[in-house]
């Protein structure tokens, strides 16, 4: 067993610490409504289909029963082609009806972990940004923890998007994994725990088979973050070829890209324990790959079109590591995100992510760079039929929860995607990798009622979803004025109002600084400590 690494097993130090807390029952959310009926809006079906309105829209105890065209653009409603009524309406005129957002790489953290969170607070922050699903990629509580906070959020009974539980497989940190009757033994007991999917980081080779093999014959879906002390052996095209189902991040993509090498050219005194060493080699990896249209970028491209294999690249967790300054001061963490994950994000050699050792223009220079390459490949993946999805990771590298996944959807922007493809990406393709597609991902008669709500248009401009909003001049006053946000967010057919949504973090916030002592506005730029409670 390869117990060095275990100290340098990515989240291992936050984790370890985590308990199973319970997560309070609902208190925001309204309905599901016998019938709900949303009135006049104009819809983005997910589906990658243009615009088109105004609509209204029945919802049946949870599920889109109808969508029914009411006029023409410009023309008043035709009120003989609108639906009954129900026990709610909401007026949506003007307004744009989205499907809820896949988050396809989500952490559930609590207040015991490094962090410092509530799963509470994770969970509000995901729906005020519109995320109604949540593909769970391991925490420190464990999947049968996790599995009971899907079925309590399937039901309604806490405000949360639903869950759908990922674990971690690690073949050489958990201890109770040394070959591969134990690796299978492993994938059986995730099941058991209600899993339905396993997320893989690396083991040696004959443990890493087995557990892919496994997890195919027990139906579970499978993703895997190609941990760098393992991608010598499994690279994406390694593990797509015994059945790997997707891929987090990039990691064993540009590896499996080379072509004068069979692994980085590391600096002789690297150590991937310091990890200043390891995101800033990471930000140079892409320029060792093969360039496009290569003889091998097309072997490669090709092999995984073939596999329909999946890309969730998670693009805006390290968004920092090309703008440390921008992130850092990003102005939603004065009042959205909470004093102990910003002491988290400082530099700390204890922290995952917080490897701002001494972070400069170098590092950014090498990172924008990779960013460049990294595009190019899953815009071209996409543009040959390849499922890309969207996954945020937040809590790390300065991403709070929530606003991190809408810098995913301006992240896919840069790298070439249309808009309209962007929220396909966020929904449909999002619903199809995890398997849910006949039930969610688009807005469609007959899948679940999983809606987001918005007064601005986002195809014209992402930035209007944040929870913050957007700033722009008023024309007729001639004035900065603050516009966006969701107005609502449906999962399940149950009602959340945006605004209060927001309101409701934002106390959190005050009250949790309140209680520490930290004073209101901005925390500090440098490393502090926390008044202890």
Not at 131 to 154: F, K, M, Q, Y
Not at 170 to 182: I, K, L, M, N, Q
Not at 258 to 286: C, I, M, S
Request: net charge negative; glycine share 10%.
């Amino acid at each position: 067993m390869r117990n060095l690494v275990v100290c340098v097993a990515i989240l291992t130090a936050m984790m370890a610490q985590a308990i199973a807390q319970p997560v309070p029952d609902r208190s925001i959310g309204e309905g599901p409504y016998d019938r709900l009926v949303i009135r006049g809006a104009t819809v983005i079906d997910g589906a990658g289909a243009p615009p088109v309105g105004p609509v209204d829209i029945v919802v049946e105890n949870g599920s889109i029963t109808g969508i029914v065209p009411v006029g023409m653009p410009g023309l008043p409603i035709d009120q003989d082609r609108r639906p009954e009524g129900g026990a709610r309406e909401i007026a949506a005129k003007g307004m744009y009806v989205m499907p809820g957002f896949v988050n396809l790489h989500g952490h559930i953290h609590n207040e015991e972990s490094g962090q410092g969170v509530s799963s509470d607070y994770i969970f509000k922050l995901w729906l005020a940004h519109g995320i109604t699903s949540v593909r769970e990629l391991g925490n420190g509580a464990g999947a049968a923890w996790t599995a009971d906070v899907a079925r309590r959020s399937a039901r309604n009974e806490i405000d949360a998007p639903n869950i759908y539980p990922y674990p971690v497989f690690r073949g050489w940190s958990a201890g109770d994994v040394d070959t591969p009757d134990e690796a299978r033994a492993r994938i059986r007991q995730l099941k058991r725990d209600g899993a339905v999917g396993v997320k893989f980081f690396g083991a040696p080779e004959e443990i890493l088979w087995a557990g892919l093999e496994e997890a195919k014959r027990q139906n579970l879906r499978t993703t895997m973050h190609h941990a760098q002390l393992d991608v010598a052996h499994a690279d994406v095209m390694d593990t797509s070829a015994h059945g790997l189902g997707s891929m987090e991040h990039w990691y064993g993509l540009p590896e499996a890209l080379f072509t004068g090498q069979t692994v980085q050219n590391y600096p002789l005194d690297y150590n991937y324990a310091d990890e200043q060493h390891r995101f800033e080699n990471a930000g140079k990896l892409w320029a060792e790959a093969a360039e496009p249209n290569s003889k091998r970028w097309e072997e490669v491209m090709s092999a995984l079109l073939e596999r329909e294999f999946s890309i969730v690249p998670t693009f805006s967790i390290y968004l920092s590591s090309r703008d440390w300054m921008r992130m850092r001061r990003a102005e939603w963490h004065d009042e959205f995100t909470m004093p102990s994950l910003w002491k988290f994000f400082a530099p700390d050699r204890n922290a995952h992510g917080s490897y701002w050792f001494d972070w400069g223009t170098e590092q950014e220079t090498a990172w924008k760079d990779n960013y460049e390459r990294w595009m190019t490949f899953i815009n071209e993946y996409k543009n040959r039929g390849g499922k890309v999805g969207v996954g945020e990771d937040a809590g790390y590298i300065y991403s709070t929860y929530g606003f991190g996944y809408i810098q995913e959807l301006e992240l896919l922007r840069e790298a070439g995607f249309h808009p309209l493809e962007v929220i396909n990406a966020a929904t449909l393709q999002g619903a199809k990798i995890l398997g849910v597609e006949n039930e969610t991902g688009s807005v469609q008669v007959g899948k679940r009622a999983d809606l987001v709500i918005v007064s601005e248009n986002p195809l014209a401009n992402l930035k209007t979803l944040f929870a913050t909003g957007h700033i722009k001049l008023d024309p007729e006053t001639n004035k900065a004025v603050r516009v966006g946000g969701i107005d609502f967010v449906i999962k399940n057919g149950v009602v959340y109002d945006g605004e209060r949504l927001r309101n409701e973090i934002k106390r959190m916030v005050s009250d949790k600084k309140t209680a520490l002592g930290v004073a209101p506005g901005p925390m500090p730029i440098v490393d502090f400590e926390l008044p202890q409670e």
